[in-house]
């Protein structure tokens, strides 16, 4: 039998001494870690956290490199409208608060903004209300080698204006009978038409408004009708279930994107947009630049003091 001599037993004692204080320590630690995941979900629950945060699962890193990947590709996309003179017509539609400006703007971006336009429109006027109701928008549409991306469309409706009572009942039926024959004449004339809704639960849409109300920086976003839309909840979805049910057509069907985690939703979305158009990779070779022309000697550029410049505040 082996016996501890003192020396030995000592530091037995220190080592569980330490051990236990390490344990203690880490109990704490734990329990602070707790806390601050607790307050995280009070946070959570009573909508502090900001709109462009948001809650998602996939991380800031991979989402950066997956839209630098998917932004290439637009570009390389643009490139062939550009060539081959197509004409693309891209609707947004949803929710408000469901990230359809958010997605816009990622594709948009690294795009040359001559091919590439955003159109949302507003009132109309009390002439356009006098027209024939695709008037306004018919005037946006793409020439050849153009994107158009509308920010709400002429489904507006079959949305906001059906809620809303802004169109008398003739008027939405006359819609619903009309529309199909009219996006399938865009689709005959060679427009490529794609339909996305931007769909969200009525618990995110909610955190979204009240991160609103607490952002100087997005508060702009809550229009009136935004704050309206918060009590109609239902009648908006039945209004949107009858325009699936009319304009769900084989020539331009509606595609649905979940969009409750923003970051994911734009990434399909944009990914979603390269898989139905049939581009291929027209980038042009890599550019060689010519030495720059030196300026000639009798040129002599005016004193800085004779000039106005923006002061170095940063």
């Known amino acids: 039998m082996t016996v501890d ?8 004692n220190n080592h569980l001494a330490d051990d236990s204080a390490l ?8 329990k ?18 900001s709109e462009a945060e948001g ?12 839209l630098a990947r998917l932004q290439l590709e637009l570009v390389k996309m643009q490139y062939w409208v550009k060539h081959t003179g197509a004409r693309i017509v891209i609707i947004f539609e949803g929710r408000d608060a469901a990230g359809k400006g958010g ?8 795009l040359n903004p001559r091919g590439c336009r955003v159109v949302a429109l507003g009132t109309p006027s009390d002439r356009e209300k006098t027209e024939w109701y695709f008037q306004r928008y018919v005037t946006h549409l793409p020439a050849a080698g153009e994107i158009v991306c509308f920010d709400r469309s002429w489904y507006n409706r079959a949305g906001v204006e059906r809620v809303m009572n802004f169109c008398t009942d ?14 399938r004449m865009l689709v005959r004339s060679g427009i490529i038409l794609l339909k996305y809704w931007f769909s969200v639960s009525d618990e995110e849409q909610e955190r979204r408004f009240q991160a609103r109300t607490t952002d100087p920086a997005r508060r702009w976003k809550l229009s009136p009708m935004d704050l309206e839309s918060r009590d109609r909840w239902v009648e908006y979805s039945q209004a949107k279930d009858k325009m699936f049910a009319h304009t769900n057509i084989p020539e331009a069907p509606w ?3 979940e969009a409750d985690d923003k970051k994911r939703a734009r990434l399909n979305c944009i990914c979603h ?14 550019l060689e630049l010519a030495p720059r022309t030196i300026a000639p000697h009798s040129y002599v550029r005016p004193p800085r003091n004779e000039q106005f410049f923006v002061p170095h505040v940063y």
Do not use: N, W
Not at 23 to 30: N, P
Not at 35 to 48: R, V
């Open 5 to 12: 001599t003192p020396t030995e037993k000592g530091f037995a």
């Open 23 to 30: 344990t203690e320590k880490s109990a704490k630690k734990k």
């Open 32 to 49: 602070k870690k707790k806390k601050a995941k607790l307050q995280f979900s009070d946070k959570k629950a009573t909508f502090h956290a």
């Open 55 to 66: 809650y998602s699962k996939l991380s800031g890193k991979q989402y950066e490199k997956e």
């Open 103 to 110: 997605t816009i703007k990622r594709i948009t971006e690294p």
């Open 170 to 183: 003739e008027q939405y039926r006359e819609f619903l009978q009309t529309c199909p024959e009219f996006e």
């Open 255 to 257: 595609f649905t994107v």
């Open 273 to 286: 947009i390269l898989t139905k158009i049939p581009y291929v990779d027209m980038t042009p070779e890599p």
